[in-house]
């Protein structure tokens, strides 16, 4: 997939806070691209960047492969902060001041109503509005004007699981229509579900990013159990693609290469004369991965690079 976002070394500091260290990656087109992290990791401060709302300190981003900045800007819809609508106009009478305040997407309201799911409700007062229903008003109204990028920032917040659910339905939807979109969000479940591909920031460093699924499959755990530990430890050793094994409660836990499958992991122990009691795939979820990386300390990449054991 081709980059249609490039972000290269980009730093931004508040006075003496280093809100953004050196970001590096690329949003694929058509992915749904989630920029993850603890409150205060930089998220905001990242999407205010490539949206020019902020001025990095240093460092370059290009859109669509290089495009003059303000006509990428009118490919892109944006939600950084909640739209003020009134209570007492429709969700139609609304979009027709958010379009003359953006300039763009007046004649454009059934289609964004239609495109999720309030063209029914499209006279009704906002103050009827569910609360999922006023935030995908709001994301109907980042869509005026046709964009083929949406980035949102933290897009639930607020919401009871059925705004959620309904919000991760409609990013899912937009996406089959070949919207990419850009989620900042600290909902690392939500982002598990709904992202093809991750980045995760903290104390504005970049830890990792990637698709999701090599993210997650890189980090698969085996477990197996024979009635001779000590035989299966010393047979698991010797089998190509084990990374790491770990005797945990008579338990080895495997850490393998993302080609090998726990089928192979089972016929291997048989040709070695070893019958499993017990075999399981652990999948390593989002969560627990991303609380690993932002709880321990870490070494920035920087000092990581330098070999400093220095904290963050
Ligand atoms: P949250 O999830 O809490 O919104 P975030 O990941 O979006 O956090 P940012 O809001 O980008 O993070 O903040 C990154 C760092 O920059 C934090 O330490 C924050 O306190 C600081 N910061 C953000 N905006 C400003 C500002 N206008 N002035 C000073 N410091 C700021």
Redesign the pocket.
Known sequence: MAAILSIQNISKS??P?M?LKGVSFDVPEGSVFGIL?P???????LLGTILDVLVAKGGSYSWFGGMQHDAARRQIGSLLETPNFYHYLSAFDNLEITAAIRGRGKDDRDRVLQQVGLYERRKSKFQTYSLGMKQRLAIGAALLGNPKVLVLDEPTNGLDPAGIAEIRDLIRKLNSEGITIII?S?LLDEVEKVCTHVAI?KRGDLLLNGPVNEVLLSEDQLEVRAADMDALQQALQTMNGIKKIKLVDNTLQLACDPNITPAQVNEFCISKGIVLSHLLLRKKSLESKFMELTTSPQPSPKEREMGSAAQV
């Open positions: 508040y006075g806070i809100a992290g409150n205060g990791s930089g998220k905001t401060t900042a600290h920031l």
